[in-house]
């Protein structure tokens, strides 16, 4: 099994309502790794059309974005995937996914990058079988959407299993490490660095984003401390002039596992 490229994987995602086309330079300008024009929830029913026209009209111009599409149970998801026939760089976030949904989009733009949004009891419980489908590159926690259907309040360890569960069905399907849930409080700064590294703490690889305030602090939780980065280096080294052998640094054992993690860490960090 390949391992994905830690050291090119987006850890900050913003959305950007698409029928708000005013915000998309905004919105790419803000250090966010990706930006993922909305044509879901961010726009109203009348207003789909136009949303659909601003994203098709940004990525004519060969702007990067993701695109998060409708539901596959909604009347806009034709239009919505007739729009990306031309549009073949753009990544496509499926909203709602679940393992028929994502069979379904597949099928119609077939070799395109697909971000399963888990947002369902439904699809959460199809994670093995969504996870292993063609063109899923990664997994995105809906942590909002699930809450309510679920019944279950998202705070403090309330989801943690729900998390953790799906960040090893990527982890064993190959995936790319998943994508954490928006935080609604885009004012709170410190509220979002602690759900931030709660996420990489529990193996996501990054966040959802909802206002550009977000992104500065996500890159930031996500991005391996210096202290991290020195560890990992003496531990790569250790490991060198041990000619792999078990050694020592700080007084810990070294072994394969904790260069493999050392090895991450650097990757993390963008240190090769």
Same mark, same amino acid.
């Given at each position: ?111 395109? /990058?697909?971000?399963? *949004? ?8 199809? *994670? ?7 063109? #899923? *590159?990664?997994?995105? &926690?809906?942590?909002?959407? &699930? ?27 190959? *995936? ?7 935080? #609604? ?30 992104? /500065? #602090? ?18 790569? #080294? ?5 000619? /792999? ?28």
């Amino acid at each position: 099994m390949n391992k994905p490229d830690v050291s090119r994987l987006a850890r900050s995602l913003l959305f950007v309502p698409g029928d708000r086309p005013d915000r998309f330079a905004k919105a790419a300008a803000s250090g966010a790794h990706e930006i993922v024009i909305d044509l879901e929830d961010a726009v109203s029913p009348d207003a789909k059309g136009d949303a659909r026209e601003a994203a098709c009209n940004w990525l004519a111009q060969v702007n990067a974005a993701g695109v998060r599409i409708n539901a596959a149970d909604t009347e806009w998801i034709g239009d919505d995937l007739d729009m990306l026939q031309g549009h073949p760089s753009a990544t496509i976030m499926l909203a709602k996914a679940d393992a028929d949904s994502l069979a379904r989009v597949a099928a119609s733009l077939p070799g395109r /990058g697909i971000i399963a *949004l888990i947002e369902t009891v439904k699809g959460y419980m199809e *994670l093995r079988r969504v996870s292993g489908l063609p063109g #899923v *590159l990664r997994i995105a &926690f809906g942590s909002v959407d &699930f809450g309510v259907e679920s019944a279950i309040d998202d705070v403090d360890d309330a989801m943690t299993a729900v998390r953790t569960q799906i960040v090893l069905e990527s982890v064993y399907a190959g *995936l790319q490490a998943p994508i954490d849930g928006v935080s #609604v409080n885009f004012k709170d700064h410190e509220l979002m660095r602690r759900d931030a590294l709660r996420s990489r703490q529990l193996g996501f690889g990054g966040k959802l984003c909802i206002h550009p305030r977000q992104v /500065g #602090v996500v890159n930031a939780a996500y991005s391996p401390a210096p202290a991290e980065v020195d560890w990992a280096r003496r531990v790569v #080294v250790a490991n060198e002039e041990s000619s /792999g052998g078990a050694t020592t640094v700080d007084g810990k054992m070294v072994d394969k596992p904790v260069v493999e993690r050392a090895r991450r860490i650097i990757a993390e960090s963008g240190g090769g």
